[in-house]
């Protein structure tokens, strides 16, 4: 059964880069994407989406009147995909990635677009996407490089979790089991490879191939029998031998930041 051709809105204050991506899609991609509008501004997006309810929108962040995240100040629901298209901002694609959104790097190119639409197509159907705007705007508000909050894809769909609430994190072979200090344990359908690139390396140390710990959480540190930590709430996770060296200069740095 063929996949159902998808409907876009191109959201880009400059003409080009509306242009390029346009032509992209038409050349490469239009047997599963076909363009509704372009527009050129988030004020036009706004009225394109409300017409043509689009499945997807690609929205510039960078745009002179109102920049793409206001985009979300027009809308109760958010009932279509959204893929940030941007040409710097590393503070904004941070913010991106901890809420599991997509984006793509200007200039696009098709194989960037592929792949994106690859991830989309993985995507169970019927799964809302406000955890993840909810993610992002908490995040974005804030100040750079202090996010509060990541969108965690679970079986359901997302669960919301502050950044600070998440004291370690185990891999189950295609799967990551967080565990929180509420003691709650949440399946991720993501690795812990993928997992600790969301997180932000500075409180998050991967002390062993199954384990990513919160520094914040470490009670001690010991090399009896082998190197392992213990956590605040009991739990004692051994800590690999080629990682040791690496990781008591992370727990030092957190313990004396400069």
Do not use: W
Not at 121 to 138: G, R, T, V, Y
Not at 194 to 215: A, G
Not at 220 to 225: G, H, I, L, M, R
Not at 232 to 250: H, P, Q, S, W, Y
């Amino acid at each position: 059964m063929s996949t159902p051709i998808r409907t876009c809105v191109i959201i880009d204050d400059e003409k080009n880069a509306r242009e390029t991506l346009q032509k992209i899609i038409e050349r490469f991609f239009s047997s599963k994407l076909k363009v509704s509008h372009s527009a050129d501004s988030v004020k036009e997006g706004v009225f394109a989406i409300n017409r043509f309810k689009p499945d997807i929108v690609f929205l510039d962040i960078e745009m002179p009147e109102e920049n793409g995240f206001k985009l979300f100040d027009y809308f109760d629901i958010v009932n279509f995909e959204v893929i940030f298209t941007t040409a710097y901002k590393q503070y904004a694609i941070d913010a991106i990635k901890f809420a599991a959104l997509d984006y793509l790097l200007k200039p696009i190119n098709y194989i960037d677009l592929r792949d994106v639409l690859v991830r989309l197509d993985k995507k169970e159907k019927n799964k809302s996407n406000l955890p993840q705007i909810e993610a992002f705007l908490s995040n974005i508000n804030n100040e750079p490089g202090n996010f509060n909050k990541i969108a965690l894809p679970t079986m359901d769909g997302f669960q919301l979790e502050k950044v600070n609430n998440i004291v370690y994190c185990q891999a189950e072979e295609n799967y990551t089991k967080i565990f929180t200090n509420r003691n709650e344990a949440i399946l991720v359908a993501r690795t812990l490879k993928s997992i600790e690139e969301m997180l932000p390396c500075e409180i998050f140390f991967r002390i062993h191939k199954s384990y990513l710990v919160n520094l914040n959480y470490i009670k001690s540190y010991s090399k009896t029998d082998g190197y392992h930590v213990l956590l605040e709430n009991g739990i004692k996770l051994d800590v690999a031998t080629r990682r040791n060296e690496e990781f008591i200069k992370a727990l030092t740095r957190k313990q004396n930041p400069i």
